[in-house]
């Protein structure tokens, strides 16, 4: 019975269980279905959605389309009438040519007729009318154009000449030096005619070790209390004076001696060469020179030009220079550089050829220095122009220390000669009466011949012969060209 029981109760437990299961299946099958309705419904209002906006996005390209369809078809309707306009004004210009061309020939007959009629009253052809013309109006105003010119000139030069004078004035007044004077030939002062038999030793064989060591001729002759050294180098001569010198008071003269003192000599020539060099740039204030130009600089001192020192007229124009340059604003390093160096050609033997600035500006380029200095201390000749501020003042500061008086000797047949010179080329002129070469050849005073030259001509001349002396003649400083022309009424009552 129990067994019966507990069957029973087993199959009522399973037959609810399956009712159970069943139950829960069919509500899931129920929310499956109930979801995938929703899903369908949001897909159409999305796609509903979706074709809306491109339906309102083909709408707007469309009236987009359209109104830029009516914007073309309107500039091409403006084009089309523009066209037209130009095509009319064309056309209206065409007709104004051809009635400015008629004009004008209309205009042409009118001025020959009256060329004609204006002929006729006058008796003149037109040719002859313009030179009659020109004439008289050159005659009726030929003073006043000397008097124009004249104001001109006057007015150009009056601020020039008054700061040139004050800027060369100030200059000189504030720079002095003395004047070297360099004999030709280096002469030895001995105390007694005996010593020049200790010169000459035996058989020559002394003074022929003193030329052949120094390379300097040693003239011993009749001439009481003096040894002439003659030889184309300064520096040899010093060499060669020094040792001399040394031996005599030495007493012992022989060739190895002489051999010896000329070693000591030339050592001691060099550093005299060096330290006048280094004075020269230290009293200029020339820095950044190297040591060897500094050497060839200091050559200088035992060389002349003209019997003015070389090495003094450098430095002098070295502080000329600065001065000027101050003055007028430009470059006083590269301008007092190249004045102290323009001559340092002039230090070189005649192994090297050339005029002696092209040198300077061969050892200055050698040594590296600036262009600006190279240039200013080769123009400071004519015949290289001078392009810089810096090279002019070089120049002028050149002509103002030889042209000093007494700066240079001369001799009184080249001084004769260059007079001469002066007044031949003044005369070469037409029209000239008379030439004088006057202030010892800084002035040409020329008498013109008044019916022959007028005062305009007499301008004109005075400017052509300053530029053929500048050409033709060789001088210090600048000469002044002086016209002279006078025209006197003579008479006689009787």
Same mark, same amino acid.
């Given at each position: 019975?129990?067994?019966?029981?507990?069957?029973?109760?087993?199959?009522?437990?399973?037959?609810?269980?399956?009712?159970?299961?069943?139950?829960?299946?069919?509500?899931?099958?129920?929310?499956?279905?109930?979801?995938?309705?929703?899903?369908?419904?949001?897909?159409?209002?999305?796609?509903?959605?979706?074709?809306?906006?491109?339906?309102?996005?083909?709408?707007?390209?469309?009236?987009?389309?359209?109104?830029?369809?009516?914007?073309?078809?309107?500039?091409?309707?403006?084009?089309?009438?523009?066209?037209? #306009?130009?095509?009319?004004?064309?056309?209206?210009?065409?007709?104004?040519?051809?009635?400015?061309?008629?004009?004008?020939?209309?205009?042409?007959?009118?001025?020959?007729?009256?060329?004609?009629?204006?002929?006729?009253?006058?008796?003149?052809?037109?040719?002859?009318?313009?030179?009659?013309?020109?004439?008289?109006?050159?005659?009726?105003?030929?003073?006043?154009?000397?008097?124009?010119?004249?104001?001109?000139?006057?007015?150009?030069?009056?601020?020039? #000449?008054? #700061?040139?004078?004050?800027?060369?004035?100030?200059?000189?007044?504030?720079?002095?030096?003395?004047?070297?004077?360099?004999?030709?030939?280096?002469?030895?002062?001995?105390?007694?005619?005996?010593?020049?038999?200790?010169?000459?030793?035996?058989?020559?064989?002394?003074?022929?070790?003193?030329?052949?060591?120094?390379?300097?001729?040693?003239?011993?002759?009749?001439? %009481?209390?003096?040894?002439?050294?003659?030889?184309?180098?300064?520096?040899? !001569?010093?060499?060669?004076?020094?040792?001399?010198?040394?031996?005599?008071?030495?007493?012992?003269?022989?060739?190895?001696?002489?051999?010896?003192?000329?070693?000591?000599?030339?050592?001691?020539?060099?550093?005299?060469?060096?330290?006048?060099?280094?004075?020269?740039?230290?009293?200029?204030?020339?820095?950044?020179?190297?040591?060897?130009?500094?050497?060839?600089?200091?050559?200088?001192?035992?060389?002349?030009?003209?019997?003015?020192?070389?090495?003094?007229?450098?430095?002098?124009?070295?502080?000329?220079?600065?001065?000027?340059?101050?003055?007028?604003?430009?470059?006083?390093?590269?301008?007092?550089?190249?004045?102290?160096?323009? #001559?340092?050609?002039?230090?070189?033997?005649?192994?090297?050829?050339?005029?002696?600035?092209?040198?300077?500006?061969?050892?200055?380029?050698?040594?590296?220095?600036?262009?600006?200095?190279?240039?200013?201390?080769?123009?400071?000749?004519?015949?290289?122009?001078?392009?810089? %501020?810096?090279?002019?003042?070089?120049?002028?500061?050149?002509?103002?220390?030889?042209?000093?008086?007494?700066?240079?000797?001369?001799?009184?047949?080249?001084?004769?000669?260059?007079?001469?010179?002066?007044?031949?080329?003044?005369?070469?002129? %037409?029209?000239?009466?008379?030439?004088?070469?006057?202030?010892?050849? !800084?002035?040409?005073?020329?008498?013109?011949?008044?019916?022959?030259?007028?005062?305009?001509?007499?301008?004109?001349?005075?400017?052509?012969?300053?530029?053929?002396?500048?050409?033709?003649?060789?001088?210090?400083?600048?000469?002044?060209?002086?016209?002279?022309?006078?025209?006197?009424?003579?008479?006689?009552?009787?």
């Amino acid at each position: 019975m129990e067994i019966i029981l507990l069957v029973a109760g087993l199959l009522v437990g399973a037959g609810a269980g399956v009712g159970a299961s069943v139950a829960r299946s069919k509500q899931q099958t129920d929310s499956a279905e109930a979801k995938a309705q929703k899903i369908i419904k949001d897909a159409k209002r999305e796609a509903d959605k979706i074709a809306d906006t491109a339906k309102e996005e083909e709408r707007e390209r469309r009236r987009l389309i359209t109104s830029s369809e009516k914007r073309v078809a309107e500039r091409e309707t403006s084009l089309d009438k523009k066209l037209d #306009d130009l095509d009319h004004r064309a056309e209206r210009l065409r007709k104004n040519e051809g009635e400015l061309e008629s004009l004008k020939d209309e205009i042409r007959v009118i001025r020959k007729k009256q060329e004609d009629n204006l002929q006729k009253i006058a008796g003149l052809s037109k040719d002859e009318a313009k030179d009659k013309l020109m004439k008289m109006t050159e005659r009726d105003i030929k003073k006043d154009l000397v008097g124009v010119v004249d104001k001109l000139q006057n007015a150009a030069k009056e601020n020039a #000449d008054e #700061d040139a004078k004050m800027i060369l004035a100030t200059a000189m007044e504030r720079m002095a030096s003395d004047q070297s004077q360099e004999k030709t030939v280096t002469t030895v002062a001995i105390d007694s005619d005996e010593l020049k038999g200790r010169i000459i030793g035996k058989e020559g064989r002394n003074i022929q070790a003193i030329e052949r060591l120094t390379g300097v001729d040693v003239l011993v002759d009749d001439t %009481p209390g003096v040894i002439v050294l003659s030889c184309f180098d300064p520096i040899r !001569r010093q060499v060669a004076r020094l040792t001399i010198e040394k031996l005599l008071a030495d007493g012992r003269v022989h060739p190895a001696r002489i051999e010896e003192v000329v070693e000591k000599s030339k050592k001691e020539i060099d550093k005299v060469v060096k330290e006048a060099g280094e004075q020269a740039a230290k009293d200029t204030g020339v820095v950044g020179l190297p040591p060897e130009m500094i050497k060839i600089l200091g050559q200088l001192k035992f060389r002349t030009s003209f019997s003015q020192n070389v090495l003094k007229h450098s430095t002098e124009m070295t502080h000329l220079a600065g001065m000027i340059a101050a003055e007028i604003g430009a470059d006083v390093r590269i301008t007092k550089t190249a004045a102290l160096i323009h #001559d340092i050609g002039k230090a070189m033997t005649h192994e090297i050829e050339g005029k002696h600035h092209h040198i300077s500006r061969m050892i200055a380029e050698k040594y590296g220095l600036e262009e600006a200095i190279c240039h200013a201390a080769e123009a400071h000749h004519d015949d290289v122009e001078a392009t810089t %501020p810096e090279a002019l003042v070089v120049r002028v500061v050149d002509a103002m220390s030889a042209g000093r008086p007494g700066a240079r000797g001369d001799t009184m047949e080249n001084y004769a000669k260059r007079m001469t010179e002066l007044e031949n080329v003044a005369l070469t002129f %037409p029209g000239i009466s008379k030439a004088y070469a006057i202030s010892a050849g !800084r002035e040409i005073r020329v008498i013109v011949t008044p019916e022959k030259v007028d005062d305009l001509s007499a301008i004109q001349l005075a400017r052509d012969m300053a530029t053929k002396i500048e050409a033709t003649l060789k001088y210090p400083g600048t000469i002044k060209v002086n016209v002279i022309r006078e025209t006197r009424a003579i008479e006689f009552a009787k």
